[in-house]
């Protein structure tokens, strides 16, 4: 019996070992064939080969065998700023991530309908209609599909719909009305567009933003992407952003061809705003300068995230999406814990980590 559990353990870790590294190996490929397709398109310049040989040194000196330097062209290209601390997507994705968050925890919070639950002590966006794996809930009930049918047609407010496992790059993100019965998206009927989402999705009342968030473009809602880190000590933001849609786009995601551009502690845009394919601007599509622009109530919005994060220490780094309401108060939209997008933040506020990245580093490889 014991040799039985001695060669049971020893598979189980083997089983679990071959597993890790090819998570590791899968999510390395992926992220690296992203981005130097981005690199192709966008024609990205090399590094001059001292900017390759710091930024190799660095990593070297932190223990770390940086393979490539795909991002650090990519950052250099866009922000015309060199750094050797720049996180390569594929490291911080494949090797720090998985050392900080839970991913044996990540499917079981992946439902963006269970933010409800649980941060009840925060502002978001009024839930009309919710499906949860096939059951429909209004008010936290289960009702039928008809009555949620109906919930929603006698609703004169416009709304959205979309995923809440897998929205991610706004995929199937879509604002709409109801007259007669009938939407506005592809003129279905309430009951077609919710078999076309099948299961597992949300029918929220559209958020109506600031009149200043609105001048950046109205018709996306533009939101604020901030990444925390949970220490013992408290919640830290490591960087936060903008993200401003094309106009008549509903969706403001960067991959989409909206703007982001970097945000100062005290709320404050940064003089630059970037595309994904390259485009510097000094303004919005709307004429916005983003100099001189300030969030509206960014301290709270600071507030509502180190209350959030807490909430979920299984993972200790979170990408949050922020709106601002016409009240000029802050909505929570969702969290991400997977899928960072670290491009955003190094693009507009340089390297990742800032003044934790020796520890963070070093606390990745144990």
Not at 106 to 127: G, H, R
Not at 235 to 242: A, T
């Amino acid at each position: 019996m014991n040799v039985y559990n001695s060669l049971k353990r020893l598979l189980i870790t083997h089983v679990l070992n071959f597993k890790k590294r090819f998570m590791e190996f899968n999510l390395k490929m992926n992220t690296r064939k992203a981005i130097k397709e981005t690199n192709r398109k966008n024609n990205t310049a090399q590094l001059k080969p001292e900017e390759v040989q710091q930024a190799k040194a660095y990593f070297k000196s932190k223990g770390y065998n940086l393979q490539n330097t795909y991002w650090h062209s990519y950052y250099k290209s866009i922000s015309g700023e060199f750094y050797p601390n720049y996180i390569p997507e594929d490291i911080f994705s494949a090797i720090i991530s998985p050392k900080f968050n839970e991913m044996r925890q990540w499917p079981a919070l992946l439902d963006k309908n269970l933010s409800y639950a649980l941060f009840k002590e925060v502002n978001q966006p009024v839930k009309v209609v919710q499906n949860i794996n096939g059951f429909y809930y209004v008010d936290n009930e289960i009702v039928s599909e008809a009555i949620a049918v109906k919930v929603c047609n006698k609703h004169n407010k416009p709304f959205v719909i979309k995923p809440t496992i897998d929205s991610g790059n706004g995929i199937m993100v879509e604002s709409f009305r109801i007259k007669n019965n009938r939407t506005t998206y592809k003129n279905l009927e309430t009951i077609e567009l919710f078999r076309l989402y099948k299961k597992d999705f949300i029918v929220q009342e559209l958020v109506e933003q600031s009149s200043a968030m609105k001048e950046l473009n109205p018709s996306s809602l533009n939101t604020l992407r901030l990444m925390s880190y949970l220490k013992p000590d408290g919640v830290h933001i490591l960087s936060s952003v903008i993200r401003i849609g094309q106009p008549g786009h509903h969706t403001d995601n960067f991959s989409g061809g909206g703007i982001v551009c970097g945000i100062d502690p005290k709320g404050n845009l940064k003089h630059k705003g970037y595309s994904k394919n390259g485009n510097v601007y000094t303004e919005t599509h709307t004429h916005v300068s983003f100099k001189g622009f300030q969030i509206p109530n960014y301290s709270k919005v600071l507030d509502m995230v180190k209350t959030m994060h807490p909430k979920v220490p299984y993972f200790k780094f979170i990408s949050w999406d922020i709106g601002i309401n016409d009240n000029e108060f802050p909505v929570f939209i969702e969290y991400n814990t997977y899928y960072q997008d670290v491009d955003l933040h190094q693009i507009t506020n340089g390297p990742l980590f800032g003044e934790f990245t020796d520890e963070i580093l070093s606390l990745g490889l144990k």
